[in-house]
């Protein structure tokens, strides 16, 4: 009998996402949502997509409202075709009378009085320091830069069982404008990623990397994408060390160049893609390249004035140092929003399968399971 090979059913799930994606998340499939949920996200659209901010915007039952004042005549059909295609909507009209406030029906009762909704605006300004990312944080990818303390416990590792990993990091946008259709923006990202064994008395720092980067970010419409020029060292704990728990140490360090792209299926589905190439690395012989690819997926329901959501994820990457093999991680559990939408925490539970993305260890083939806190900014 053959081995059951385990890594090949997780590129199999992988897939399977992939293509569920592409087939249930088509604009014209769109399902029933909350009108506050429809306005807040129309709003977004028309400034993200057309610099537009339309003070006659409404939404009732799933229709649009717009006052043709407040649409560019030679833009209509563009945005009529953009509004549309949002997860509920059952139409969009533009009019040349003055649209009336949305109106209750009789029998309505009236609504607890809740928080503010997101200001949804505010992650699409230009200019200097705007706040927030053209090119979304990736849930599920462990050297993401942001916020973020997790526990971890290791399935076949013989020297650690119990482990603590935090993150310290964030993407800063420096300037953002636009040039015609297109999205633009420069900035900065730093992180550092430490794990620690829970399991010894001083609670040893197995290992820390550090990444510094420079970013670029660009979007149209659905798409997005990011490139980056950044360096990551790795350093083992001292205590680690000192208790000869590490044999043959590398002292790995790299530069690195990658470039992401992604996109948005209606407002809950998103599919990215890209790769990567080292350079200046050490060790020397550390083969370049790897691709990273994967699947997200943040509910609707409850609507975003509920302030919390389903959110799952699944994160692939293939490095040829590893000689392409598959290293999946597995996130899901519930967003916490925030009154400004590009603001919230995460609670998630953990699954890895893979080479380690733990620097000095990147030889080790690893799993784990755990529970995380992340909070992106």
Do not use: C
């Amino acid at each position: 009998m053959k081995p059951f090979d385990f890594d090949r059913l997780l590129v199999a799930v992988a897939l399977a996402l992939l293509l569920l994606t592409l087939g249930a998340a088509r604009p014209g499939e769109a399902a029933p949502g909350n009108d506050g949920f429809i306005e807040g996200y129309a709003a977004a659209v028309l400034e993200r997509d057309f610099g537009l901010v339309a003070p006659s915007l409404r939404v009732q039952n799933g229709v649009i409202t717009l006052a043709a004042a407040d649409v560019p005549q030679g833009e209509r059909e563009r945005i009529r075709e953009a509004l549309a295609r949002i997860r509920g909507v059952a139409r969009v009209e533009i009019s040349d009378q003055p649209v009336p406030p949305a109106t209750p029906p009789a029998d309505a009762v009236p609504a607890p009085s809740k928080r503010e909704p997101p200001r949804v605006l505010t992650e699409l300004q230009t200019g200097l320091l705007p706040g927030g990312q053209l090119f979304s944080p990736l849930i599920a990818d462990p050297r993401w830069p942001h916020f973020a303390a997790s526990y971890q416990y290791y399935l076949n590792d013989r020297d650690l069982k119990n482990v603590g990993a935090v993150s310290f990091g964030e993407t800063v946008t420096l300037y953002r404008d636009r040039f015609r259709g297109v999205w633009w923006e420069l900035g900065i990202q730093a992180g550092v990623f430490a794990v620690f064994d829970l399991d010894a008395v001083s609670k040893d720092l197995v290992n820390a990397d550090y990444l510094v980067a420079a970013v670029v970010g660009a979007r149209y419409g659905s798409f997005s994408a990011q490139g980056r020029l950044f360096h990551q060292s790795s350093h083992v704990g001292d205590e680690f060390l000192l208790r000869n728990r590490v044999k043959n140490r590398i002292n790995l360090s790299y530069e690195s160049v990658d470039l992401k792209a992604s996109y948005d299926f209606s407002d809950a589905f998103r599919v990215y893609a890209g790769g990567g190439y080292l350079f200046d690395q050490e060790p020397t012989n550390l083969a370049p390249w790897s691709a990273q690819y994967g699947v997200e997926f943040r509910s609707p329901w409850p609507d975003r004035a509920a302030g919390w959501r389903p959110i799952a994820a699944l994160d692939v990457q293939n490095r040829e140092e590893n000689d392409w093999h598959t290293d999946v991680s597995l996130r899901a559990g519930i967003q916490i929003d925030s009154v400004l939408v590009t603001r919230n925490l995460q609670l998630l539970l953990e699954y890895f399968r893979g080479h380690s993305p733990n620097g000095q260890f990147f030889r080790n083939k690893l799993d784990y399971i755990g529970l995380g806190a992340h909070v992106h900014f």
